[in-house]
């Protein structure tokens, strides 16, 4: 019985859909982190970014991650360090920001809320308060034009200028809230500018983190990297890509990936078919002259019993009593019994001589047959 069946296509089209993927991921994400350039981000390179102070951070203290998920749900996590420059907050982000930091949150405000934003002042120096513990080895710090900070009567000023505080601590229930004057201070081209500004940074960062997981916020970018990106290019780039994964997989199912396969099944063999395998089986070992001597002896024996003479005795006088009881034909049985002495003993005979050679024996052994039965 045959029956044809479809050679499956799943691993190949496993793979291929795995590097299809692979692909539409790469370029969605080049595509997403292409429209954050220019924004306060730290994927972004350009001057307003943080790419730098985000790979300096990451180099210098460990357990440092991006934070893309709603900032309310960074604030449900388990107390850490959160870095953020976000400018404008919600009532409830902010109710949400303190009961996090009573937990013992440190919360890093890179841009300060609206209330406590001062007027611009002029470019001018700030130096640490050396009465901060573990601060009395920062270095001083030069600040471009930027607005100024308004501290809180619960505020404690960490650098402060001749115009008054630049970068503030709080302390909230177990927790720490420290707050920056501007945003641009720690941006790809003000820590070009002026490298210290990473260092105070770092070592901020490292007193306050007390070896806990440290997250730079990126969700109030997320809105508009999607805003951008609803109508670039990536996602033209995207729609081809699944609408080739689609016709690869309708194709691969429609079509046999290869020839058919025969499934072969277990079928009764006919007297023919094992007398043929038999046959060739011999054929291919070269054992037509052990079936002709099978035959010669079966003959010689029946001979014997017939004639009743001893084993050992010579073929002549075999034919010679053969004849004598009345059998016929001891001319042809001598020259059968010669011919068949002779290929024993090394006459070469091809396969129609060997077949018609046994085919003569065997007809003198059905003539004995009965005598060997007695």
């Excluded at 945003?183 to 081209?189: I, K, Y």
């Excluded at 002026?194 to 070896?211: C, D, E, T």
């Excluded at 035959?295 to 024996?301: A, E, P, T, V």
């Amino acid at each position: 019985m045959r029956i044809k069946r479809k050679i499956p296509g799943f691993f190949l089209i496993l793979l291929t859909l795995l590097a299809l993927s692979t692909l539409l991921v790469t370029s969605l994400w080049l595509a997403e982190n292409s429209q954050r350039q220019g924004l306060p981000s730290i994927y972004s390179a350009d001057d307003l970014g943080y790419v730098a102070a985000f790979k300096v951070l990451k180099r210098t203290v460990r357990r440092v991650y991006s934070g893309e998920g709603p900032l309310l749900r960074q604030f449900q996590a388990e107390p850490g360090v959160i870095i953020t420059a976000r400018e404008s907050w919600t009532k409830k982000e902010k109710e949400e920001a303190a009961r996090w930091m009573e937990r013992g949150g440190v919360l890093i405000l890179l841009s300060p809320f609206p209330e406590e934003r001062g007027e611009d002042r002029p470019e001018r120096s700030a130096t640490v308060d050396t009465a901060w513990k573990g601060f009395s080895d920062l270095p001083g710090i030069s600040i471009k034009a930027s607005p100024g900070l308004v501290i809180q009567p619960a505020d404690h000023a960490i650098y402060a200028s001749i115009y008054g505080s630049e970068i503030a601590v709080r302390r909230v229930g177990e927790g720490r809230r420290i707050v920056f004057g501007s945003r641009d201070w720690l941006t790809n081209a003000a820590l070009q500018e002026n490298p210290s500004l990473s260092a105070v940074f770092i070592k901020l960062v490292a007193l306050y983190s007390g070896g806990n997981r440290i997250v730079w916020d990126e969700s109030f970018n997320i809105p508009v990297v999607q805003r951008r990106f609803r109508f670039s290019w990536a996602w033209l780039y995207a729609g081809i890509q699944l609408v080739l994964v689609g016709i690869l997989y309708v194709f691969s199912n429609g079509r046999r990936l290869g020839p058919p396969i025969d499934i072969v099944t277990d079928s009764p063999l006919t007297l023919r078919d094992y007398l043929l395998s038999l046959a060739d089986f011999y054929r291919r070992a070269r054992g037509g002259r052990l079936i002709l001597e099978s035959l010669f002896g079966d003959l010689r024996l029946r001979l014997l019993r017939r004639t009743g003479l001893n084993p050992t005795v010579d073929d002549s006088r075999l034919v010679e009593a053969y004849h004598r009881m009345g059998g016929e034909n001891p001319k042809r049985l001598s020259e059968l019994l010669t011919n068949a002495r002779r290929c024993l003993n090394g006459l070469s005979l091809d396969e129609k001589e060997l077949f018609r050679l046994g085919k003569t024996i065997d007809g003198f052994r059905k003539e004995l047959e009965q005598y060997v039965t007695r």
